[in-house]
């Protein structure tokens, strides 16, 4: 059952959100699988029988709503830092980079926490739609398109829209789960807004290795694409073991400091996740485990 509190939040959310879109409402309404008509009620304050259960959460899954209270704190980490610099460039500048890093050292939660503050810059977890068909009409919808009626017409109507508005920006993660026909659509989109959209791919090693793998045999669209994506990897963790060693335990450090305000404690499950070679995950869960 959701509760008038919780469509509440998620009201809120929407209209928050609404601030950094640079559609129009029609469009705005669209990428949150709305009628233009319920999204006018909606803004006037209207919640209640308006849409279904199963529509607001899914509201509340696209735009990051927890009917949880998480008290757990963003740190400025270099991670984040070098997240924020890489997605700003992109943006302002409509280049594209790949990320390629470690898994569990935050890129996924830095990521959407700095695209949420920026106008037309749009987030998509490529492992939940890895198929062509599903990855374009997911991110029209995402951007505010109409994902129904013909294939190449979503297309179409995505690569018109994306050059329509201001400076958009788009941040791919999990790229790496796309399938092969899937991630040479990348090419065309590329093509398509050159000098008008910024493009953030970010993944772990296995995105490395499947783009290595692709140029080494050959397989048409590889090398191009990176070509298109700055042709080269971009990394946070240094690659020395000593440096690398040193990045963990700054890392760890700085997310624990600022969610945990006991320094013994601090000290402890950071060293307890440093001896194991666990991810801010694990650290997670210790502190919240405290808690």
Request: charged share 25%.
């Amino acid at each position: 059952m959701i509760t008038p509190e919780f469509k509440t939040q998620v009201r809120t959310e929407i209209l928050n959100a609404r601030e950094n879109y640079g559609g129009s409402d029609a469009d705005y309404s669209k990428s949150l699988g709305l009628s233009a008509s319920v999204y006018s009620r909606l803004k006037k304050g209207q919640t209640d029988k308006l849409i279904s259960d199963t529509q607001w959460l899914t509201i509340a899954r696209l735009l990051n709503v927890s009917a949880k209270q998480d008290n757990w704190k963003i740190a400025k980490t270099l991670v984040y830092d070098q997240i924020d610099d890489s997605i700003h460039f992109c943006q302002e500048y409509s280049r594209s980079v790949i990320l390629v890093d470690d898994c569990g050292i935050g890129k996924t939660f830095c990521a959407r926490h700095i695209i949420k503050s920026l106008k037309n810059a749009f987030y998509l977890d490529c492992s939940q739609c890895k198929t062509k068909q599903i990855f374009i009409r997911t991110l029209a919808k995402t951007v505010g398109v109409d994902p129904t009626g013909r294939y190449v017409d979503v297309k179409a109507n995505l690569k018109y829209f994306l050059n329509l508005i201001e400076r958009p920006f788009i941040c791919l993660d999990e790229a790496g789960d796309l399938e092969y026909n899937a991630f040479l659509e990348l090419k065309e989109l590329w093509n398509a807004t050159t000098g008008h959209c910024g493009w953030y791919m970010m993944g772990a090693d296995g995105l490395r290795a499947k783009i290595k793998r692709g140029i080494q045999n050959e397989k048409v669209g590889y090398r191009e694409i990176f070509s298109r994506f700055s042709d080269e990897f971009i990394t946070v963790i240094p690659s020395g073991t000593a440096e690398r060693k040193q990045f963990y335990l700054q890392l760890l450090t700085d997310v624990a400091t600022v969610n945990c305000d006991n320094k013994e404690l601090i000290r402890k499950m950071v060293a307890k996740s440093i001896s194991k070679e666990a991810s801010l995950r694990f650290l997670e869960t210790l502190i919240k485990m405290q808690a």
